[in-house]
C-alpha cells in the first residue's frame, strides 16, 4: 500500500523510538521524510539507509530558526510539506514540585510545548497557501491523567493536547488538519530513563509492564506509527482536533487482573437486588 504516495513530511525527534519508526512507515507508504532532531548520527544513519526518501537536518525543536529551517528545507527539496510531525520529546524535570527549579521547569517546556508550538506554526505558514496539510503532535495518555510521570511532562502533555484542539479550530477552514496521539508506554529509550538504552533494558522493560495495560504487553514503536500514519493520510480526511489514544487499554483503567476480588469474582447478586427481580 502507498497510503502516502507523493507526500512529504517532517518528524521531530526522528532519529529514535516513535519518531524513527514513523519516518520508515513513511517511507514505506510512498513519503518523502526529513528527520530532525538533535542526535545527528542517528539520525544521520537513518536517513542514509532510505536513501533519496529521506533526508536529516540538525534540529533543536526549542529554537524556532531551527524549525523555520526545516520547513523551508522541505519546501526548496520537495515543494511542499503534507504532514508535520512534532514528536520530539524528553521525560523533563523530575521529582517533588519543591525540589523542581525554574531552570529545569523552563527546559522541560521548551522541549515538550514550544517546540510543537512551533512545528504547528511553521508547518501553517507554508499549508495555508496549498489549503492542505495534516500537523500532528505527540502527547501521551500522562496529558488525560495524572499520576503517571512526573508533574510537569504531564502538564506539557495536556498543554498539547489543549494547543491541537484549538489550533484545529482556526487551521480547519484552511484545509488543514491538528491532530495529536496519546501513546501508552512505549519500549524506547525514553521509556527506559536513557537515550543510549540497550535491547536489552527495553526488553526487561516490556516484560515488566507487560500486564499494566489490558491488551497486556507495552506499545512498540510502530504501533504509535500506525497512527501517525492514519491521521497524516488521506482516511482521516476528516478527522480533526481529535487526540488518539494508542495504549493498549491503559487509560480505561485497570486490568482485569489487577482490579480487586469484589469487582472480579464471580458470584451471585445477594444484596441491593431490587425487589421482585
Ligand atoms: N515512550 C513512551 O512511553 C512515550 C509515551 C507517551 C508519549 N511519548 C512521547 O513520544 C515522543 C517520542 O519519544 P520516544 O518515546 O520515541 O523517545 P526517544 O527518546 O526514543 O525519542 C525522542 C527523540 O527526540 C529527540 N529530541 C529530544 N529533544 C529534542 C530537541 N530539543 N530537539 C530535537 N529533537 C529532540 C531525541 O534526540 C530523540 O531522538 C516524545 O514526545 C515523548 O514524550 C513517549
Known sequence: MERLAGKTAIV?????????????????????????????????????????????LR?????EHDIEAVVDECMTRWGRLDCMFNNAGFGGALGSIETTTVEEFDITFDVLLKGVFLGIKHAARVMRPRGAGSILST??????????????????KAAVIHLTRSVALELGEHGIRVNCICPGIVATPLAAGSPKASPESLKKLAHSLARAQALGRIGQPEDIARAALWLASDDAEWITGHAQVVDGGAFAGRPWNRQPDWITADRPLKLYRPEGR
Open 139 to 156: 502527547a501521551s495518555v500522562a496529558g488525560l491523567k495524572t499520576g503517571e510521570s512526573p508533574h510537569l511532562y504531564s502538564v506539557a
Open 59 to 63: 534540529v533543536d525543536v526549542t529554537r
Open 12 to 56: 521531530t525527534g526522528g532519529a529514535s523510538g516513535i519518531g524513527a519508526a514513523t519516518v520508515r512507515l513513511f517511507v514505506e507508504e510512498g513519503a518523502r521524510v526529513l528527520i530532525a532532531d538533535t542526535q545527528e548520527e542517528r539520525g544521520q544513519e537513518l536517513a542514509g539507509k532510505l536513501g533519496d526518501a529521506a533526508g536529516f
